[in-house]
């Protein structure tokens, strides 16, 4: 269901099809452990290929970004299409996460992060 990617401080999770009440729990259990692990400063959560999101889905995402905040890392979604983004403009979650069109504007994001970082 998920594809998991291991980066130097960046974990990315790409979940598939649909997250919903069948599967919320095991996609909350796998970005908290992504989230959790030594060494990780950024999750990103890449919804490309994610076709449909209810409450539960979205509470998953809700729940992952409070630990993010609570363990002092970095929480991002990315590649939300316009049906889900609807979703998260409806809820106004789309002012409490940090979107990113897509995988490359969340890298060019972190780079000129790092650039402000050594300078």
Request: with cysteine; hydrophobic share 45%.
């Amino acid at each position: 269901m998920h594809a998991v990617l291991d980066y130097p401080k960046i974990s990315v999770i790409s979940p598939q099809s649909c997250l919903n009440a069948t599967n919320a729990l095991e996609f909350e259990t796998n970005l908290t452990k992504a989230l959790a692990q030594d060494g990780i400063s950024f999750l990103l959560v890449d919804l490309e290929s994610v076709e449909s999101l209810d409450s539960a889905g979205l509470m998953a995402l809700v729940s992952t970004l409070k630990l993010a905040h609570k363990l002092q890392r970095r929480f991002s979604l990315c590649s939300v299409s316009p049906c889900l983004k609807i979703i998260f403009e409806m809820t106004q979650l789309d002012r409490v996460f940090e979107i990113f069109e897509g995988r490359a504007a969340f890298e060019a994001a972190c780079l000129s992060m790092e650039e402000v970082t050594l300078n």
